[in-house]
């Protein structure tokens, strides 16, 4: 059984920059292709960035040249550099892993970390 627990993330102002961190505990994931998804109030879940095994990385457009999602399989965590951070970024921030199907839907991930809050002022 896997279980993902997120880091990382607070109160910032615009502009600023934020890493999240998700660590892994239980069978190893460094086989799987890993993803963030963040959630704002009063809307749906969407896709930030994910990064498969090889360390190949596929980001949603808001995402590109401003986040940089990584992992360090020897030890199990996944991150997220958040930087040029906008109000509109404000969201829960969830880690995820895959499990089947298109790596920018939510429901081809199979396990969920409680997510990490992530607020910026403007």
């Known amino acids: 059984q896997v279980q993902l627990y997120e880091s990382g993330g607070g109160l910032t102002q615009a502009g600023d920059s934020l890493r999240l961190s998700c660590a892994t505990s239980?069978?190893?994931?460094?086989?799987?292709?890993m993803g963030w998804f963040r959630q704002a109030p009063g809307k749906e879940r969407e896709f930030v960035a994910a990064i498969l095994w090889t360390s190949t990385t596929y980001y949603a457009d808001f995402a590109k040249g401003r986040f940089t999602i990584s992992r360090d399989n020897t030890k199990n965590m996944l991150y997220l550099q958040m930087s040029a951070l906008k109000p509109e970024d404000t969201a829960v921030y969830y880690c995820a892993a895959h499990s089947a199907g298109s790596l920018y839907s939510t429901s081809s991930y199979n396990v969920w970390g409680q997510g990490t809050q992530v607020t910026v002022s403007s």
């Open positions: 239980g069978r190893t994931v460094s086989s799987r292709l």
